[in-house]
Structures are given as structure tokens and as C-alpha cells.
């Protein structure tokens, strides 16, 4: 499949859950890794890792794993009200789609958990106390990762490949590192189901942007066209 302009990748790159049973060829996989690790990283320290998971038998320990912790937060999603810019429909498929994924973790053909070590305490530098050190401290992590999920995202869609950015996994996060052999000084990020799509790809649907995009202060909107 030719490579899409990235400008379609992101307009498109909906949320994937269901797939075929089709392998990924590694080729195409590497790809993939080779778009996440030109992702930024705070202080050039690229200290990410990217286990790749296509035994069937590991597969099956991680999305127990997975089954297990989206169980516990199930009735978050069965309860929480209707976000205002979404339909009744909307909401009713989103929910199965996810509570689909909750107990198909490990049918897709590649699981992507995406990981990053542990940094050390950072020395009090500044005069803005623990709370403010602390709250950086995971802002940055998370800076340092997340960049390089959505790169694998649009690089996924690029390659007609669905996959979704999914977290519940951190709540039985030993559970998974066992399973993987992951060191304690590794923190996982994300879990990404990868494979042949059985639904579409986009366009995706979002709030209007004057609702979110704000010019020079707050309360002032971006003039969108």
C-alpha cells in the first residue's frame, strides 16, 4: 500500500479496535518502530523501548492482563454522562467498541507496548517547591513518550493498518511486565493492539475547532475560518 500525505494519515486515523487475524510482516512493523523512534524526546535522551508482541501464548498473558484491568473500570465508562458534542448512537458504539477490545486484546495479530525507563529523582533546582517538580517530573515523561505513540499511529494508518492508543493495562501494570520480562526500572506507557483493520478508517469527527482553540488569552477564540 503506498504511503499516504501525512496531512490524510492525521485527518483519518481513526481508533481501531477490531481485526483481521491476517500477520503483520515484520518488514512492515519495522517501519513502523523506525517512524516511532523519530519522535521527539526530552533532552535527546530516547530512553523508550517498543516490545513488540506476536506470540500467541504472550499475547494471551497480556490481554488477560488487559481483560482483567478494563474489568475494574468498566462501570466508569457504563456511567459517565454523554459528552455534549457526542449522539446517543455515538456514545452506545464507542462503549462496544471498547468493551469489545476489553475482551479481544489478544486477537490482534501484533500487541505494541510501549514503554520508557524510569528517570531518577530530580535535584531541587528551583525555588518552586515539591508540587511543582512533581508535576513536571510526569509531564515530562509523558512528553518524552506519547510523541512517539502517535507516530505510530500515523504511520500505522499510512500502512493501512488499524491500531488505538489504550492505557488500562497500567492498573495491572506487574501483571504485564511479568508476562514480558520487563525490568522494574521500566515504566509502560501504552498498550497498542496493531493489525488489518475489519471497520474503516476515518475521516475522524471532532468539536468544531472554535470551541477549543483559543487566540492570546483564555476566553478569546481562534478566528477559524
Not at 485527518?11 to 477490531?18: D, K, N, P, V
Not at 528517570?119 to 518524552?144: E, F, H, K, Y
Not at 500515523?154 to 514480558?180: F, M, P, S, Y
Request: aromatic share 8%; with cysteine; hydrophobic share 40%.
Amino acid at each position: 500500500m503506498a504511503d499516504l500525505g501525512v496531512f490524510e494519515a492525521i485527518h483519518t486515523a481513526r481508533a481501531l479496535r477490531r481485526f483481521k487475524p491476517d500477520p503483520v510482516p515484520p518488514e512492515i512493523i519495522t517501519r513502523v518502530l523506525e517512524a516511532a523512534i523519530c519522535a521527539p524526546s526530552g533532552g535527546n535522551v530516547q530512553d523508550w523501548y517498543f516490545v513488540v508482541v506476536t506470540d500467541p501464548e504472550q499475547r494471551k498473558r497480556a490481554g488477560a492482563a488487559y481483560a482483567k484491568a478494563s474489568l475494574s473500570v468498566r462501570p466508569f465508562y457504563e456511567n459517565r454522562p454523554r459528552p455534549e458534542h457526542m449522539t446517543e448512537a455515538e456514545e452506545r458504539h464507542l462503549r462496544s467498541s471498547g468493551f469489545y477490545l476489553h475482551e479481544h486484546m489478544a486477537d490482534a495479530p501484533v500487541l505494541l507496548l510501549v514503554c520508557g525507563r524510569r528517570r531518577g529523582p530530580r535535584p531541587d533546582i528551583t525555588n518552586l517547591g515539591a508540587n511543582a517538580l512533581a508535576r513536571m517530573a510526569v509531564a515530562t515523561a509523558c512528553a518524552s513518550i506519547y510523541p512517539a505513540v502517535q507516530n505510530v499511529i500515523l504511520a500505522c494508518r499510512a500502512l493501512g493498518l488499524g491500531t488505538v492508543l489504550t492505557t488500562n493495562h497500567i492498573l495491572c501494570e506487574q501483571e504485564v511486565k511479568d508476562a514480558l520480562g520487563i525490568p522494574d526500572d521500566i515504566d509502560t506507557y501504552a498498550l497498542m493492539p496493531i493489525g488489518y483493520p475489519v471497520g474503516k478508517f476515518g475521516p475522524v469527527r471532532r468539536k468544531p475547532l472554535a470551541a477549543v482553540a483559543l487566540h492570546n488569552r483564555w476566553g478569546s477564540a481562534w478566528p477559524s475560518a
